[in-house]
């Protein structure tokens, strides 16, 4: 029923900026956590923000002060605004979202910086 749909990922070049979108449908009850996950090629998939509901956020070191991550509550969509991208940001970024004791995940998209 609960559906996570991801998009806005593409191919950029180092400097650039991507704004990644997550469209939450079919959820039932208010969407207490979302975050930005993100896994490379033969790597670990990782952290790389969360916020909760009333705006408190947490990101990962790597992305701090280039990344922000927002959302609309009314719309059930997050976003992820990505700024002064890296090569080392290329990965397929997945949606997450938690409510109430369970958590859901998008297909991924896939952003590709490009040196």
């Known amino acids: 029923q609960v559906q996570l749909v991801e998009s806005g990922g593409g191919l950029v070049q180092t400097g650039g900026s991507l704004r990644l979108s997550c469209a939450v449908s079919g959820s039932i009850f208010p969407i207490n956590t979302m975050g930005w996950y993100r896994q490379a090629p033969g790597k670990q998939r990782e952290l790389v923000a969360t916020?909760?509901?009333?705006?408190?956020?947490n990101y990962a070191d790597s992305v701090k002060g280039r990344f922000t991550i927002s959302r609309d509550n009314a719309k059930n969509t997050q976003y992820l605004q990505m700024t002064s991208l890296e090569p080392e940001d290329t990965a397929v970024y997945y949606c997450?979202?938690?409510?109430?004791?369970?958590?859901?995940w998008g297909q991924g998209t896939q952003v590709t910086v490009s040196s």
């Open positions: 916020i909760t509901r009333s705006g408190s956020t």
């Open positions: 997450n979202i938690g409510v109430v004791t369970r958590y859901y």
